[in-house]
């Protein structure tokens, strides 16, 4: 009898939700066309009321995602932290409602470099492609300590891939930092000793908004 190809790893992508469903199909659209299919979609929605949780529901029938809805806005760390803690992945990978979105082969890139450097490595992350009020191609450096404590420009992107053991090292986002949270939470991944990991021939595509968290990179 032949091997058994090793099943490819389960991946969470997890979405906090807030009055974005203008946007959101952009973002549903590109996970649906990634390459890699052992997928599961984790959103949560974090205190939308009315016409906008009921166009959530209907994208929810139409795409298939699981859906958690909070009763009140705690805001977008909790609500990243309550998708990690409620998906089954081995893999996670938050990625943002506002019309943010990845190159078709992002996820797969990324798992393939994952399994082969193993369980000390995390987050993997790319190169990003700025959109929206911002166009640019925003080179992410090469993962280093000193790199880490120079300032967000310098650590991975808000969506970049880690495990699930790595997850369950940290605990969770901080909800107190705003702007500041993905930068704390790859130092606190790193201070448990994971490394992070630059992957080539992929790419991330961020939209910047004006009035929105995104709206630091014109400061």
């Not at 906090?16 to 952009?26: A, G, K, Q, R």
């Not at 805001?75 to 409620?86: E, H, L």
Request: glycine letters at 8%.
């Amino acid at each position: 009898m032949g091997k058994n190809k090793k099943k490819k790893p389960l991946v969470s992508i997890i979405t906090p939700h807030f009055n974005n469903t203008d946007l959101f199909e952009v973002t549903l659209k590109s996970i649906k066309e990634q390459t890699y299919k052992n997928i599961e979609h984790v959103v949560v929605d974090d205190g939308s009321r009315g016409e906008e949780l009921i166009a959530l529901q209907k994208l929810q029938e139409k795409y298939g995602f699981t859906l958690e809805i909070l009763p009140e806005n705690r805001g977008v760390s909790f609500a990243r932290t309550t998708a990690a803690v409620k998906s089954k992945g081995e893999y996670i990978l938050p990625l943002d409602a506002d019309g943010d979105n990845m190159q078709n082969n992002y996820v797969e890139r990324l798992v393939e470099t994952a399994v082969a450097l193993g369980s000390s490595f995390s987050p993997f992350y790319s190169d990003v492609e700025l959109f929206g009020e911002m166009k640019q191609n925003f080179e992410r450096p090469a993962w280093s300590v000193r790199g880490m404590l120079a300032g967000p420009g310098h650590t991975p992107t808000n969506s970049s891939l880690y495990s699930r053991e790595a997850f369950e090292a940290v605990g969770s986002y901080d909800s107190g930092l705003g702007i500041w949270v993905d930068m704390e939470f790859w130092i606190s991944m790193m201070l448990k000793g994971y490394k992070g990991y630059k992957v080539d021939e992929t790419k991330f595509f961020y939209n910047i908004r004006k009035k929105s968290v995104s709206d630091h990179f014109d400061k």
